[in-house]
Nanobody, 114 residues
């Protein structure tokens, strides 16, 4: 199993980023997927969930209307489009399967700062 997150970086408040997560080692199209984040000194929290087909998504209240999760089953990849970023979105972002794997990728760091 492998989960490889990418697309993070430094962005000003109000800016946008698109995160990607390439998955391998399991039948990607059969599972829901989730994005999590962990801010410095805080617990990891669930940000977004997408069903196996992509038809259903759910979001953390604080990101609703700003973040959009999608997936490409042909490429075993999920995405997180993040718009109108705020300093409180600063965190390392991780993807994982649902049900969750014990394995975690390295994550990708998002820093929102002026």
């Amino acid at each position: 199993v492998q989960l490889v997150e990418s697309g993070g970086g430094l962005v000003q408040p109000g800016g946008s980023l698109r995160l990607s997560c390439a998955a391998s080692g399991f039948t990607f199209s059969s599972y829901g997927m989730r994005w999590y984040r962990q801010a410095p000194g805080k617990e990891r929290e669930l940000v977004a969930t997408i069903s196996s087909t992509g038809a259903i998504t759910n979001y953390l209240d604080s990101v609703k209307g700003r973040f959009t999760m999608s997936r490409d089953n042909a490429k075993s990849t999920v995405f997180l489009q993040m718009n109108n970023l705020k300093p409180e979105d600063t965190a390392v972002y991780y993807c994982n399967r649902f049900p969750r794997l014990d394995y975690w990728g390295k994550g990708t760091l998002v820093t929102v700062s002026s």
